[in-house]
């Protein structure tokens, strides 16, 4: 349910900050792909990205149908400069099936972050039309503004 998802953040936002403690839920919960996000979350949120690169390893090993590992892992191979990487693992989360198309969003990210405005334009403009296929309007409507930003960027 979206409330679990929103307490599911909230906890993830919380717990970036300590690392220590991250690193002790996934040595007491070794089976819980989420304490794995957790930790692989709080190496990229402090920038420490060849740990994370490690963690992300270890964690699609244990859990390679965790669609949420490889978005993570897509995000660390960004910021590590491994970009067809990046792209890869975020296809392959796309695969696995992610709630509200987080390997589209990865990638307009992405695009936006290149330069790249008229391929992130168009995938804002492909989420914009998912949501509102799905019935997340307000949410289509957020994708189809950051479309919006993204093609205002494009130069003539």
Same mark, same amino acid.
């Given at each position: 349910?979206? +409330?679990?998802?929103?307490?599911?953040?909230? +906890?993830?936002?919380?717990?970036?900050?300590?690392?220590? /403690?991250?690193?002790? +839920?996934?040595?007491?919960?070794?089976?819980?792909?989420?304490?794995?996000? /957790?930790?692989?979350?709080?190496?990229?949120? =402090?920038?420490?990205?060849?740990?994370?690169?490690?963690?992300?390893?270890?964690?699609?090993?244990?859990?390679?149908?965790?669609?949420?590992?490889?978005?993570?892992?897509?995000?660390?191979?960004?910021?590590?400069?491994?970009?067809?990487?990046? /792209?890869?693992?975020?296809?392959?989360?796309?695969?696995?099936?992610?709630?509200?198309?987080?390997?589209?969003?990865? =990638?307009?990210?992405?695009?936006?972050?290149?330069?790249?405005? &008229?391929? !992130?334009?168009?995938?804002?403009?492909?989420?914009?039309?998912?949501?509102?296929?799905?019935?997340?309007?307000?949410?289509?409507?957020?994708?189809? +503004?950051? !479309?919006?930003?993204?093609?205002? =960027?494009?130069? &003539?």
């Amino acid at each position: 349910s979206m +409330r679990y998802e929103v307490m599911k953040y909230e +906890r993830i936002r919380n717990l970036r900050i300590d690392r220590g /403690l991250t690193q002790k +839920r996934v040595a007491e919960y070794p089976e819980n792909p989420h304490e794995m996000c /957790l930790l692989l979350s709080a190496y990229n949120d =402090k920038e420490d990205y060849p740990k994370a690169y490690d963690c992300f390893l270890k964690a699609k090993e244990r859990f390679p149908d965790n669609w949420q590992v490889y978005i993570y892992g897509g995000d660390t191979c960004k910021a590590l400069g491994r970009d067809e990487e990046a /792209l890869s693992y975020w296809d392959k989360a796309g695969e696995l099936g992610t709630y509200f198309h987080d390997e589209l969003y990865s =990638k307009a990210w992405y695009y936006l972050s290149k330069g790249e405005y &008229p391929k !992130a334009c168009e995938y804002y403009t492909e989420i914009a039309s998912l949501l509102k296929s799905e019935g997340y309007d307000m949410e289509a409507e957020m994708a189809e +503004r950051n !479309a919006l930003e993204a093609k205002a =960027k494009i130069q &003539p």
